[in-house]
């Protein structure tokens, strides 16, 4: 099977970097992707990494390192509006095409 | 479409009726995906259509879940004898393609929230 674990909660203030790790179990491997869900709305695509190192896309980067078994989403220049659920999700060769989620971190942003 | 479209976004049903919840993908978008998710869980799996066929079908909790996606398009999933325990947001997502590459990236609709008395 596989599995993911990931922070429950972050609290960071506005204009801060923030950093959400994941850890992963799977048998085969094939991206770590990071989706983001405001409460009540459906989770939209951030990153996918299916390769080491990091991605970058605007004030968001994904990082993983497959030999760990870890990854990261780093969040620059905090906004209010980044307050959310982010959750990473694998997709490996045990689970077919399909993607497995972690149970999500609430991000809060404060002023 | 434009997105993925669920319909209804809410569904309030009694236990033991017979529910059925609706996804449109985006055109083009062969693979298909049904999540379940629970207040304060991630989407969890419940089954995946390459074009008409349900490739994997592993996350259906019971008997009771059937979906079916007959032209390739729309899917519909379908609870029946429903109980309590079934309360939930169920989520439909579609992707280009099921291969590795397609199937990280994955368009959510807004969701069907689901709630039986």
């Known amino acids: 099977g596989q599995s993911l674990e990931q922070p429950s909660e972050v609290t960071a203030v506005e204009g801060a970097i923030v950093q959400i790790n994941c850890t992963y179990q799977?048998?085969?491997?094939?991206?770590l992707s990071w989706y983001q869900q405001h409460d009540g709305g459906a989770p939209t695509f951030l990153s996918y990494n299916a390769l080491d190192g990091l991605e970058e896309t605007g004030r968001f980067s994904s990082f993983l390192s497959r030999s760990d078994s870890y990854g990261y989403l780093l969040l620059q220049e905090l906004q209010m509006k980044d307050s959310a659920s982010y959750f990473c999700?694998?997709?490996?060769?045990?689970?077919?095409?399909?993607?497995?989620f972690g149970t999500g971190t609430q991000l809060k942003v404060e002023l | 479409g434009a997105g993925v479209s669920q319909t209804p976004s809410n569904k309030v049903t009694e236990k033991g009726k017979y529910v059925e919840l609706r996804c449109d993908p985006i055109?083009?978008?062969?693979?298909l995906y049904w999540y379940r998710q629970s207040l304060g869980q991630g989407p969890e799996f419940l089954i995946y259509?390459?074009?008409?066929?349900?490739?994997?079908d592993s996350g259906l909790p019971n008997d009771r879940f059937f979906a079916v996606r007959p032209e390739g398009s729309v899917s519909t999933l379908k609870i029946q004898r429903t109980e309590r325990g079934d309360s939930a947001v169920y989520l439909c997502a579609s992707s280009l393609t099921g291969q590795h590459s397609g199937a990280n990236v994955l368009t959510f609709g807004a969701g069907s929230r689901l709630t039986v008395l």
């Open positions: 799977t048998s085969g491997f094939y991206g």
């Open positions: 999700a694998v997709l490996g060769a045990g689970g077919g095409n399909k993607l497995t």
């Open positions: 259509f390459q074009g008409t066929g349900a490739a994997d």
């Open positions: 055109s083009g978008h062969t693979a």
